[in-house]
């Protein structure tokens, strides 16, 4: 797997004892001390934070239990960085939960580049549920304490993943070079353009029916693959965050990868970690003995197929091959890259 992207993040980019008490000063503070740190220049103070704050009243950040994860893409900074705020008081963010925010974690990220950070920053949003909760409400706390918290949750996630990816590196590689000829099955006929469902489970069940109707699944399979994605979704979201869920499962009923992609303009409680809605959910369906063909395959694709313009486009309605046209040129480019053990389907844009 490749190397995840440098993130910036340090004991200087945390702030122990917040100055603000209230949301709009938090922010200014917290950009202020991005200027202070040299990881953005005076002049961009106003333009960064107007971004931040135009972002934060579209929906606020306040993802519940005393977290707040600011964040937004800028030309202004060339590496992702991080600034960590605690506040021993609590500060009032109109958060989910309508509970005062005592950690806020906000993002700078580079324009266009989002997907490339999307895991990291996943990890990152994850371990600021796992900071101690009596360093945030005290005074006496250090931004060393708060750094070491955090350093302590992203090895704990490191660990775990490398452990996971070593168990499955030789197998998967024998996998590959055994299995040639297999398919991805994706294009702008596996795209559902304006989910009808309002509601996780219904959408996973409308996502697999329309998988039916254009041929992948067959008929007396809907049911048993519904009921086998529901329990996944029951034991733990497949919500990653920022708006996307990746439901995934392993079948014995196909013979290659199946991707579904379906898209809520209005969003669709997944239960996530962030509790933000999902705008965006790539369901993948996996050949039984095939899964470690496919080891980080489901995240490869989800960093680099979903442009960074996506999320302004969806603002507006757009048929399923304008949505395949915006998403072609990354998934040509993951194909090309992650392409020498599978064949790519021969599938034309029906608008061609």
Same mark, same amino acid.
């Given at each position: %797997? #490749?190397?995840?992207? =440098?993130?910036?993040?340090? &004991? =200087?980019?945390?702030? &122990? ?42 929906? !606020? ?25 605690? !506040? ?8 989910l939960d309508n509970q005062p925010v005592h950690l806020v974690f906000l993002v700078l990220i580079p324009q266009g580049n989002f997907? /490339? +950070?999307?895991? $990291? ?5 994850? /371990? ?19 750094? =070491? ?9 490191? %660990? ?12 998967? !590689?024998? /996998? ?10 994706? @294009? =702008? ?15 996973l069940h409308e996502m697999v029916a329309h998988l039916v109707n254009i041929g992948e699944i067959a008929p007396e399979d809907l ?13 733990? @979201?497949? @919500? ?41 959910? /790539? %369901? ?5 003995? *095939? ?21 302004? *486009? ?14 072609? &040129? ?7 890259? +992650?392409?020498?053990?599978? $064949?790519? &389907? #021969? ?6």
């Amino acid at each position: %797997m #490749n190397k995840p992207p =440098d993130i910036r993040f340090t &004991p =200087d980019h945390v702030i &122990p004892s917040l100055k603000a008490g209230d949301k709009p000063e938090v922010l200014r503070e917290l950009v202020s001390h991005l200027v202070k740190l040299g990881e953005l220049k005076a002049d961009d103070h106003a333009s960064v934070l107007e971004a931040i704050q135009r972002r934060e009243a579209s929906m !606020s950040t306040g993802i519940g239990f005393g977290v707040a994860c600011p964040h937004t893409s800028t030309d202004r900074v060339e590496k992702a960085v991080v600034v960590v705020g605690v !506040s021993a008081n609590g500060i009032a963010f109109d958060s989910l939960d309508n509970q005062p925010v005592h950690l806020v974690f906000l993002v700078l990220i580079p324009q266009g580049n989002f997907q /490339a +950070h999307l895991q $990291e920053l996943a990890e990152y949003a994850k /371990a600021t549920h796992q900071v101690p909760h009596q360093l945030l409400q005290t005074s006496s706390t250090t931004a060393q304490q708060i750094y =070491d918290a955090f350093q302590s949750a992203l090895n704990r996630s490191k %660990m775990a993943r490398d452990a996971a990816t070593n168990s499955i590196s030789e197998t998967a !590689s024998n /996998a590959v070079k055994s299995a040639p000829g297999m398919s991805i099955k994706f @294009s =702008d006929r596996h795209i559902i353009p304006n989910l009808a469902a309002t509601e996780r489970f219904a959408a996973l069940h409308e996502m697999v029916a329309h998988l039916v109707n254009i041929g992948e699944i067959a008929p007396e399979d809907l049911e048993p693959i519904v009921n086998l994605l529901s329990k996944r979704e029951e034991a733990m @979201s497949t @919500s990653i965050g920022f708006g996307i869920a990746r439901p995934h499962i392993q079948l014995g009923c196909i013979n290659d990868l199946v991707i579904a992609l379906g898209v809520s303009p209005a969003g669709i409680d997944f239960n996530g970690y962030d509790q933000r809605p999902v705008n965006l959910i /790539a %369901m993948f369906l996996v050949p039984n003995r *095939r899964a470690m063909e496919f080891a980080h395959w489901d995240w490869n694709f989800i960093k680099n197929v979903f442009p960074s313009e996506i999320w302004e *486009r969806l603002a507006h309605p757009m048929t399923a091959a304008e949505i395949w046209e915006l998403l072609k &040129p990354g998934y040509d480019r993951l194909l090309a890259t +992650h392409g020498e053990w599978v $064949e790519e &389907p #021969n599938v034309k844009n029906k608008s061609e």
